[in-house]
């Protein structure tokens, strides 16, 4: 069910339902790698664990299959991301 273009119809009691566009938050994950200087591997975990904020996001990652979900399922959170629209 991807694409811009996908076009759904719906009837109900022979009426036509009206759909509407709902955004709702998603999260997925995806798995890289980042180097980092260091005199030993416990080293190297210790400095990523402190400074993991300042290190950049590798620009190679690969999706974490079965990762895309539903950040929140609550109605009234969702709600807030499609007000006044």
Not at 17 to 37: R, S
Request: hydrophobic content about 45%; some cysteine.
């Amino acid at each position: 069910m991807h694409g811009a273009g996908l076009r759904l119809c719906a009837f109900f009691i022979g009426r036509r339902l009206v759909l509407k566009k709902i955004t709702l938050p998603v999260t997925w994950e995806v798995c890289g790698f980042v180097t980092i200087e260091a005199p030993d591997i416990a080293s190297a975990i210790a400095y990523f664990n402190e400074n993991s904020d300042h290190i950049p996001l590798p620009l190679k990652h690969d999706y974490v299959d079965g990762s895309f979900t539903l950040t929140d399922a609550d109605p009234a959170f969702i709600e807030l991301y499609n007000a006044g629209g």
